[in-house]
Protein backbone atom coordinates (compact mmCIF):
# COMPACT_ATOMS: atom_id res chain seq x y z
CA UNK A 1 0.00 0.00 0.00
CA UNK A 2 1.15 3.17 -0.74
CA UNK A 3 2.81 5.87 1.72
CA UNK A 4 0.51 8.23 3.45
CA UNK A 5 -2.37 5.62 3.53
CA UNK A 6 -1.99 5.30 7.32
CA UNK A 7 -3.53 6.55 10.52
CA UNK A 8 -1.93 7.86 13.45
CA UNK A 9 -2.16 6.31 16.55
CA UNK A 10 -0.27 7.50 20.11
CA UNK A 11 0.02 3.94 21.75
CA UNK A 12 3.39 3.44 23.27
CA UNK A 13 4.60 5.62 20.77
CA UNK A 14 3.84 6.97 17.55
CA UNK A 15 2.37 3.98 15.53
CA UNK A 16 0.96 4.34 12.05
CA UNK A 17 -2.17 1.69 11.36
CA UNK A 18 -2.65 0.93 7.99
CA UNK A 19 -4.52 -2.31 6.63
CA UNK A 20 -4.45 -3.71 3.07
CA UNK A 21 -5.43 -7.39 1.67
CA UNK A 22 -2.71 -9.16 3.18
CA UNK A 23 -3.04 -8.06 6.58
CA UNK A 24 -6.52 -9.10 6.47
CA UNK A 25 -5.93 -12.26 4.95
CA UNK A 26 -3.87 -12.76 7.84
CA UNK A 27 -6.16 -11.37 10.74
CA UNK A 28 -8.95 -13.85 8.92
CA UNK A 29 -6.44 -16.76 9.18
CA UNK A 30 -5.25 -15.87 13.04
CA UNK A 31 -8.67 -15.02 14.03
CA UNK A 32 -10.70 -17.98 11.92
CA UNK A 33 -13.22 -15.38 10.77
CA UNK A 34 -14.49 -13.85 7.69
CA UNK A 35 -13.97 -10.40 7.64
CA UNK A 36 -16.59 -10.34 4.49
CA UNK A 37 -19.28 -10.59 7.07
CA UNK A 38 -20.20 -7.08 8.56
CA UNK A 39 -20.10 -7.83 12.10
CA UNK A 40 -21.18 -4.85 15.06
CA UNK A 41 -18.20 -4.27 17.71
CA UNK A 42 -20.74 -5.20 20.04
CA UNK A 43 -20.14 -9.01 18.35
CA UNK A 44 -16.80 -9.20 18.99
CA UNK A 45 -13.75 -9.65 21.88
CA UNK A 46 -10.97 -8.40 22.59
CA UNK A 47 -9.08 -11.65 20.95
CA UNK A 48 -10.66 -9.56 18.00
CA UNK A 49 -9.78 -6.05 18.81
CA UNK A 50 -6.14 -6.94 19.34
CA UNK A 51 -5.78 -8.71 16.03
CA UNK A 52 -7.45 -5.71 14.20
CA UNK A 53 -4.72 -3.97 15.79
CA UNK A 54 -2.06 -6.15 15.27
CA UNK A 55 -3.10 -6.61 12.08
CA UNK A 56 -3.02 -2.55 11.20
CA UNK A 57 0.48 -2.37 12.47
CA UNK A 58 2.78 -5.23 11.47
CA UNK A 59 3.75 -3.24 8.40
CA UNK A 60 5.93 -1.00 10.22
CA UNK A 61 6.86 -3.53 12.62
CA UNK A 62 7.00 -7.33 11.59
CA UNK A 63 8.32 -8.57 14.84
CA UNK A 64 5.06 -7.38 16.60
CA UNK A 65 2.97 -10.24 17.79
CA UNK A 66 -0.48 -10.60 19.14
CA UNK A 67 0.53 -11.08 22.89
CA UNK A 68 2.55 -7.78 21.72
CA UNK A 69 -1.00 -5.83 20.21
CA UNK A 70 -2.44 -7.07 23.61
CA UNK A 71 0.27 -5.44 25.71
CA UNK A 72 -0.12 -2.48 23.65
CA UNK A 73 -4.01 -1.93 24.30
CA UNK A 74 -3.32 -2.88 27.80
CA UNK A 75 -0.94 -0.14 27.96
CA UNK A 76 -2.69 2.18 26.93
CA UNK A 77 -5.40 1.66 29.15
CA UNK A 78 -3.60 1.98 32.08
CA UNK A 79 -2.43 5.57 30.60
CA UNK A 80 -5.85 6.39 31.04
CA UNK A 81 -6.78 6.28 27.95
CA UNK A 82 -10.27 4.89 25.97
CA UNK A 83 -10.21 1.48 23.63
CA UNK A 84 -13.34 2.78 21.77
CA UNK A 85 -10.55 6.13 20.81
CA UNK A 86 -8.63 3.06 19.27
CA UNK A 87 -11.45 1.62 17.60
CA UNK A 88 -12.18 5.13 16.19
CA UNK A 89 -8.49 4.90 14.36
CA UNK A 90 -8.84 1.02 13.08
CA UNK A 91 -12.61 2.24 11.48
CA UNK A 92 -10.73 5.59 10.07
CA UNK A 93 -8.02 3.07 8.63
CA UNK A 94 -10.24 1.08 7.42
CA UNK A 95 -12.08 3.30 5.63
CA UNK A 96 -8.66 4.98 3.98
CA UNK A 97 -7.54 1.91 2.44
CA UNK A 98 -11.02 1.41 1.00
CA UNK A 99 -12.73 -1.22 3.37
CA UNK A 100 -16.10 1.20 3.96
CA UNK A 101 -19.69 0.58 2.53
CA UNK A 102 -21.01 1.59 -0.36
CA UNK A 103 -24.05 4.07 -0.85
CA UNK A 104 -26.74 1.21 0.77
CA UNK A 105 -24.06 -1.22 1.33
CA UNK A 106 -23.98 -3.03 5.14
CA UNK A 107 -22.38 -1.40 7.36
CA UNK A 108 -18.70 -2.44 9.02
CA UNK A 109 -17.75 -3.42 12.02
CA UNK A 110 -19.18 -1.23 15.44
CA UNK A 111 -20.68 1.47 12.37
CA UNK A 112 -24.39 2.16 11.84
CA UNK A 113 -25.53 3.32 8.58
CA UNK A 114 -24.94 7.22 9.59
CA UNK A 115 -21.26 5.86 9.88
CA UNK A 116 -20.23 5.57 13.42
CA UNK A 117 -18.39 2.64 15.46
CA UNK A 118 -15.25 0.77 14.72
CA UNK A 119 -13.72 -0.87 11.56
CA UNK A 120 -13.84 -3.81 9.62
CA UNK A 121 -14.50 -4.54 5.60
CA UNK A 122 -18.32 -4.82 4.66
CA UNK A 123 -19.16 -7.24 2.11
Same mark, same amino acid.
Given at each position: ????? /?? @? ?6 ? !? ?18 ? %???? +?? !???? @????? =? ?6 ? !? ?15 ? !??? %? ?15 ? @?? +? ?14 ? /? =?? =? /? ?5
Amino acid at each position: MAEGR /SV @LLQLDRER !HLRYDINALADLEQVLGINL %AQPV +GL !HQIG @LNALR =GFLWAGLK !HEDPTLTLAGAGTLLQD !HLA %AGRDIVDVAAKMREAMD @LA +GFKPKEGGAAPLGASP /S =GT =G /SATPSS
